[in-house]
């Protein structure tokens, strides 16, 4: 089967194209199921990949997209949210339940709900970013300006601090 053609994928071309996106969804040859295999498979920098990451914030999901060569600063996530509670990453049931995602494949749109998105402001970085499209080997390209205005996400300048990668 194309990936393409996945049901997942498909929400996530549905999801762009209700929010006005001219984002394009594109099959990899190789997987994505991380930032550094997805760096690998575009031939570009690890920052430029998106990585969407869900934690719970009490039993709250929230959604964190973090570039791919830094961490996520769980402590920051309450505040940059306006929320407050204790902060968890969420184990991949929790992430399905949340946002219809297999881990290795959330994208940042195409939720079943709406949740909360903070977006690390180290993304700004670059013109262009890649996000997960709901398939390991599906992502679509974008903008940080575009991902704010999609996922209605705050950007946060203390969400990540650098990994070395």
């Not at 006005?20 to 990949?49: F, H, K, P, Q, Y």
Request: net charge neutral.
């Amino acid at each position: 089967m194309n990936p393409l053609d996945n049901a997942s994928v498909q929400r996530v071309r549905a999801a762009l194209a209700a929010a006005g996106s001219g984002a394009v969804v594109v099959a990899l040859a190789a997987t994505a199921r991380s930032a550094e295999e997805a760096a690998r498979a575009l031939g570009i920098d690890v920052g430029a990949i998106v990585k969407s990451l869900v934690f719970l914030v009490d039993d709250r999901p929230v959604v964190a997209l973090v570039s791919g060569d830094r961490r996520c600063r769980e402590a920051a996530l309450p505040s940059a949210l306006g929320l407050s509670g204790r902060v968890r990453r969420a184990d991949a049931a929790a992430v399905r339940a949340a946002t219809g995602f297999a881990i290795g494949g959330v994208a940042p749109v195409g939720f079943p709900a709406p949740l909360p998105v903070a977006i690390d402001a180290g993304l700004s970085r670059f013109d262009a970013v890649f996000a997960a499209a709901g398939h390991p080997y599906c992502v679509f390209r974008t903008t940080v300006t575009e991902l704010q205005h999609l996922t209605g996400g705050v950007i946060a300048a203390d969400l990540a601090v650098e990994t070395g990668a």
